[in-house]
């Protein structure tokens, strides 16, 4: 039996217990704390010091990669000149209110040619190269585009007709070596190509310790040795987020998209204790469901500012989006963190991006000058100032590339991206990739800005049409960046990327 002292001798040991575990359990905290604070520094370290090498980049133009143009006496009638001025200016026709229409104006595949009018449509189509795209010399100019032709002829029946999706097919075989994103030969509905490299991503999480990287397998460590015989580990593993928030691994490979949504891989592993094993894993392609129905959007989780914009055009003079964007950065700049969300965004006007980075940063100084930062050349031929209703002397203008000096940020901004965003959110974004602490959250993005502005024309016979950019843009980011794009700081299904973004900002308490 305990009696009153034994009693109050246990009572002050459980008080004593109590007090000590709390105190221990606070220590652990803290140190935990201290870790991710100091795990985090080290991520940011990284993303920024990643980027120096590309500041200091600059593009130059080839002289091979414009004058090619001699003779600029255009090779159309004033009719046809006319019906190519309408045709592709009720698309994109008012430039003081950013505006862009879509084209819905489908054709009949099943329509019948000859040989003569798909004759005819080739010739237009390939005059409108040489006249009208600003990568004609990018790609070889007449001793490449002149042989092309000659195949594309070749491939057409002489003797009996046939249906405009096999012209397509035709078309769009030859054409293949224009790696170009604003190049292409629309379908029937008007949708463009998909091509260009997709990430592939395994689900299972990933982590690292001393050793290599693991996965967790029966409660066991198994170290990843090599993918289909590629020991060269960061081929395919790559930084992400794990459902706490904490940064952890994945596997992901690059691929060109074959309409295939899962690629099988073999991957080796180790365990402990040395003994080696093998499996088969799929990888997953997932597109990002992006909702259109709302150009901009502005929201709170948590206290983080979340901007949120699908396009950098309005498609009609009432349109208050884009103007809501820009004041955006002021309503954020406050904010240590904020989110700018930028999937499915498709493109539009670069000059929204440029207004945006002036409200969040303030005005920069010449040397650090972060936009269009590539060489540049505009075409401004005959068809093409035709088009613009433009008066310049030059055929050819150029625009030299130049280096950026780093722009220090205190803020973090996290961008989330996917494989639709594109072209001016891409100039965004390469702006920013000159500014510290900007964290990158996605997939891959689209990887167009080797040609820019570009222009719809109809093939007048099968009426198919035709977008050919006019600006050709040597982006200091390498000459693979066309169909590849930006690669995310953190790898991340595109769907869940806003989420894991919001619980790394709670788990590493940057808010």
């Not at 409108?128 to 029946?157: H, I």
């Not at 950098?312 to 904020?338: C, G, M, R, W």
């Not at 093409?384 to 940020?409: A, M, R, W």
């Amino acid at each position: 039996m305990i009696n009153k002292k034994n009693s109050r001798i246990l009572a002050v040991i459980g008080v004593i217990t109590v007090i000590t575990t709390a105190i221990l359990i606070t220590k652990s905290l803290k140190t935990k704390s201290k870790q991710n604070t100091k795990d985090f520094n080290s991520f940011i370290s990284d993303v920024n010091n990643s980027k120096s090498d590309v500041r200091n980049t600059t593009t130059n133009l080839k002289p091979e990669y414009q004058n090619w143009l001699k003779d600029d006496k255009l090779p159309f009638t004033e009719k046809e000149l006319d019906d190519i001025s309408v045709y592709a200016n009720q698309f994109q026709n008012s430039f003081d209110n950013n505006i862009i229409k879509s084209n819905s104006d489908e054709y009949d595949e099943n329509k019948l040619l000859t040989y003569d009018k798909a004759k005819k449509d080739t010739d237009r189509l390939f005059n409108l190269f040489k006249y009208g795209y600003s990568a004609y010399g990018y790609y070889g100019g007449d001793s490449k585009f002149n042989d092309v032709k000659e195949k594309v002829l070749s491939s057409l029946p002489k003797d009996k007709s046939f249906t405009v999706d096999n012209f397509r097919n035709i078309l769009v075989s030859n054409l293949s070596f224009i790696n170009d994103q604003h190049f292409d030969i629309l379908d029937k509905n008007n949708r463009p190509s998909f091509k260009g490299k997709y990430y592939y991503i395994y689900d299972e999480p990933i982590y690292k310790d001393s050793t290599g990287y693991y996965e967790i397998k029966h409660l066991k460590r198994y170290y990843i040795q090599s993918m289909d015989g590629n020991n060269k580990t960061s081929d395919f593993i790559h930084k992400t987020i794990g459902k706490k928030g904490n940064i952890i691994y994945n596997i992901a490979i690059m691929n060109d998209f074959t309409n295939d949504m899962k690629l099988s891989r073999k991957i080796t592993l180790k365990s402990k204790n040395g003994q080696e094993t093998s499996e088969t894993i799929d990888l997953s392609l997932k597109f990002f469901t992006a909702n259109y129905n709302t150009s901009y959007e502005y929201t709170e989780q948590s206290g983080i500012p979340i901007v949120k914009l699908s396009r950098f055009y309005n498609v009609s003079q009432s349109e208050t989006d884009l103007n809501d964007f820009i004041d955006s950065a002021s309503q954020i700049k406050s904010s240590p963190v904020a989110i700018l969300d930028l999937r499915g965004n498709t493109g539009g006007y670069d000059d929204i991006a440029q207004q945006w980075i002036i409200n969040y940063f303030g005005v920069l100084n010449d040397k650090q000058n972060i936009y269009s930062r590539g060489a540049t050349m505009e075409l401004h031929s005959s068809l093409i100032k035709s088009l613009n209703q433009t008066s310049y002397d030059e055929l050819f203008k150029e625009f030299p590339g130049h280096k950026s000096k780093i722009v220090k940020n205190k803020n973090i901004l996290f961008i989330l991206m996917d494989n639709a965003t594109a072209s001016a959110s891409e100039k965004f974004i390469e702006s920013l990739s000159n500014i510290d602490n900007i964290v990158l959250v996605g997939t891959n993005t689209k990887g167009a800005l080797l040609s820019g502005d570009p222009k719809y024309y109809k093939l007048s016979n099968s009426s198919i049409n035709v977008y050919i950019g006019t600006i050709l843009y040597m982006t200091p980011f390498g000459i693979d960046f066309e169909g590849k794009g930006f690669e995310p700081d953190l790898l991340v299904d595109s769907n869940d990327a806003l989420d894991k973004t919001i619980k790394l900002i709670k788990y590493y308490k940057l808010k």
